[in-house]
């Protein structure tokens, strides 16, 4: 069965030092996807980074890179010089191929000191 | 460009009361998805449409909870009656098309519920 596993409940990080969220998955799909999405106290989910499971190259977006190693099934999350508004919860998601469906993790919630 | 839209963002009522969330994703995008949210954990999905069908609803509690999507656009979802455990929650997401692995799911606020 399809299942997203992401094993640290709280980070702490200082401002401006980078930071990563684990994250590892189950499936036994060859054609997947693996998802970041932030979410702020204010509840919305916010689109991170996007890695397909044939991609060869690391995704990055600005200061967010995704740190796929397949063959140990994790595709954790980097974010480099963290902000004040890093702050939030941070889920890892899955596609797979069968039905499409997405699943999420229980998240990470990091905390940026200043 | 605008976002998903979803209202109303709060609502408590008692429960066995009936509740009704709106949702109207962004425009062009043909698939919808209702999550539930409870407090410290992910969303789950509650159910999935593609234009105005139904793809998936295989966690959708079905004594008390329905959806449609009107001509393929907004979307409703209703639960009658409220139980306490239905506090939560509840997101709306849309995307281009669900056909593939790397379709993006964008979110609305969300509509927190409290079952009193």
């Known amino acids: 069965a399809q299942k997203i596993t992401q094993t640290q409940p709280g980070m702490f990080v200082q401002e401006k030092e980078a930071v990563t969220l684990d994250c590892t998955y189950d499936?036994?799909?060859?054609?997947?996807?693996l998802f970041w999405y932030k979410q702020p106290s204010s509840g919305e989910m916010i689109f991170l980074i996007y890695?397909?499971?044939?991609?060869?190259q690391n995704a990055t977006e600005g200061r967010y890179s995704l740190n796929f190693q397949k063959a140990r099934k994790s595709a954790n999350l980097v974010i480099s010089a963290s902000q004040l508004g890093d702050s939030a919860m941070y889920f890892c998601?899955?596609?797979?191929?069968?039905?499409?469906?997405?699943?999420f993790g229980a998240g990470t919630r990091l905390f940026v000191k200043a | 460009e605008a976002g998903v839209a979803q209202s109303p963002r709060y609502k408590i009522i008692e429960k066995r009361q009936s509740v009704a969330f709106w949702c109207n994703p962004i425009?062009?995008?043909?698939?919808l998805y209702w999550y539930q949210q409870i407090l410290g954990q992910g969303p789950k999905l509650l159910i999935q449409f593609q234009n105005n069908g139904v793809v998936d609803d295989s966690q959708l509690p079905k004594d008390r909870f329905s959806a449609e999507r009107l001509k393929g656009v907004d979307s409703t979802l209703k639960i009658q009656p409220a139980k306490l455990e239905d506090s939560a929650v509840y997101l709306c997401a849309s995307s281009f098309s669900a056909s593939a692995t790397g379709d993006t799911q964008y979110f609305g606020p969300g509509t927190r519920l409290t079952v009193l």
């Open positions: 890695q397909g499971s044939y991609d060869e």
């Open positions: 499936t036994s799909d060859q054609s997947y996807g």
């Open positions: 998601a899955m596609r797979h191929t069968g039905g499409f469906k997405t699943i």
């Open positions: 425009s062009g995008h043909a698939t």
